[in-house]
């Protein structure tokens, strides 16, 4: 069974860090393409960053030069440094895996940023 699990987010002051984790079981972690995204209710989810099984990073305009995505594929594990943060970071942060056709997501970790 898939398993891709978010951790990390939280309450932060404008202007301060997070770093979101996503641990991701039953695949072959390092075969995959992964991926952040971010969603506010009432909108579409959006692209933060992604990096492929080979270490390549993409980021949107909005996190870029702000946003560092990483993985770790000795523990199945991919990261989001967010520094800088913006009350417009404000989102439901969503990993995902694709390979392929196949894309896994998982369930979110709440970020908000507010004074």
């Known amino acids: 069974q898939v398993q891709l699990v978010e951790s990390g987010g939280g309450l932060v002051q404008p202007g301060g860090s997070l770093r979101l984790s996503c641990a991701a079981s039953g695949i072959t972690f390092s075969s995959y393409a992964m991926g952040w995204h971010r969603q506010v209710p009432g909108k579409q989810r959006e692209l933060v960053a992604t990096?492929?099984?080979?270490?390549?990073?993409n980021y949107a305009d909005s996190p870029k030069g702000r946003f560092t995505i990483s993985r770790d594929n000795a523990k199945n594990t991919v990261y989001l440094q967010m520094n800088s943060l913006k009350p417009e970071d404000t989102a439901v942060y969503y990993c995902n895996a694709r390979r392929g056709t196949v894309t896994y997501w998982g369930k979110g970790t709440l970020v908000t940023v507010s004074s």
């Open positions: 990096i492929t099984n080979g270490g390549t990073t």
